[in-house]
T-cell receptor, first 115, second 114 residues
Framework: AQSVTQLGSHVSVSEGALVLLRCNYS??????LFWYVQYPNQGLQLLLK??????LVKGINGFEAEFKKSETSFHLTKPSAHMSDAAEYFC?????????????FGTGTQLKVEL | DTAVSQTPKYLVTQMGNDKSIKCEQN?????MYWYKQDSKKFLKIMFS???????INETVPNRFSPKSPDKAHLNLHINSLELGDSAVYFC?????????????FGSGTRLTVV
């Protein structure tokens, strides 16, 4: 089965600093990979996705992620953090094992942005 | 117009009760899902339906019974509620069964069993 591992359950950055949220995947086939954001008491919003086209994927709100097969990674970055970026971020992989299709999520990374 | 809507948003009930959560999507998607998010925010799939047909049933207790009257609706009925059922339940939909497009999620139903 496909899986993702998010390193760091909590990340704290200063406003204006680089945001780096780490995600490594485990997949026996070329994966579809996703980053979702969850603001407090809300649902999940798709930030960006990798579907085997360009390895550098640009998403909403200035976020981007790079698919690196050699490192089995799909880290999320943003050059300059804003207070409004404070949220929970989930990496996910599309998993088709066992029939059907499902998203398998990582355990999430809580991003805190400080003044 | 909300793309994936769930009702109710909050549900507080006593142990042993039976409750239902409703989900509707107006995106024209073929596939719908129920996910459970526990207190540590871990998200795990429970069920998926494709055009009213059950595709995934992920080792969920049989007290949980999904029903899809049509491809735009997926409801979740829970019998004999237990304290451990307290969680946030998310409905989601995707365009096709095997989708690279990602899912659209509802805003969740926070279930509290007391």
């Amino acid at each position: 089965a496909q899986s993702v591992t998010q390193l760091g359950s909590h990340v704290s950055v200063s406003e204006g600093a680089l945001v780096l949220l780490r995600c490594n995947y485990s997949s026996s086939v070329p994966p579809y990979l996703f980053w979702y954001v969850q603001y407090p008491n809300q649902g999940l919003q798709l930030l960006l996705k990798y579907t085997s086209a360009a390895t550098l994927v640009k998403g909403i709100n200035g976020f981007e992620a790079e698919f690196k097969k050699s490192e089995t990674s799909f880290h999320l970055t943003k050059p300059s953090a804003h207070m409004s970026d404070a949220a929970e971020y989930f990496c996910a992989v599309s998993d088709e094992t066992g029939g059907g299709n499902k998203l398998t999520f990582g355990t999430g990374t809580q991003l805190k942005v400080e003044l | 117009d909300t793309a994936v809507s769930q009702t109710p948003k909050y549900l507080v009930t006593q142990m042993g009760n039976d409750k239902s959560i409703k989900c509707e999507q107006n995106l024209g998607h073929d596939t719908m899902y129920w996910y459970k998010q526990d207190s540590k925010k871990f998200l795990k799939i429970m069920f998926s339906y494709n055009n009213k047909e059950l595709i995934i049933n992920e080792t969920v207790p049989n007290r949980f019974s999904p029903k899809s009257p049509d491809k735009a609706h997926l409801n979740l009925h829970i019998n004999s509620l237990e304290l451990g059922d307290s969680a946030v339940y998310f409905c989601a939909s995707s365009p096709v069964l095997r989708s690279s497009g990602g899912y659209t999620f509802g805003s969740g139903t926070r279930l509290t069993v007391v």
